[in-house]
């Protein structure tokens, strides 16, 4: 069973910074596509960004130029770099697999980008 593990959330101005990492158990990880996911409060959980385990990477629209995933496939960890923050940013962030498997979902990281 995988095992994933969010942290990194907090509050932080427009225009701010925030770094998400993701920690996961099990050899899984290292052959899987992974992503980061997001929800807001009232609307329905949406894919941040996504990437290969040969580092290729695709983005929403929202967030392009604005953030980065990276992993670490040593370390079993991904990470989003979140930078220019804006208020819609807003939300729950959730990584799992690409497509997601239910079973996977952890607690979450909170990320309020509020003045």
């Known amino acids: 069973q995988v095992q994933l593990v969010e942290s990194g959330g907090g509050l932080v101005q427009p225009g701010g910074s925030l770094r998400l990492s993701c920690a996961a158990s099990?050899?899984?990880?290292?052959?899987?596509?992974m992503g980061w996911y997001r929800q807001a409060p009232g609307k329905e959980r949406e894919l941040v960004a996504d990437i290969t385990r040969g580092g290729s990477a695709n983005y929403a629209d929202s967030v392009k130029g604005r953030f980065t995933i990276s992993r670490d496939n040593a370390k079993n960890t991904m990470y989003l770099d979140m930078n220019s923050l804006k208020p819609e940013d807003t939300a729950v962030y959730y990584c799992n697999t690409y497509p997601y498997i239910d079973d996977y979902w952890g607690q979450g990281t909170q990320v309020t980008v509020s003045s």
């Open positions: 099990g050899s899984y990880f290292s052959i899987s596509i």
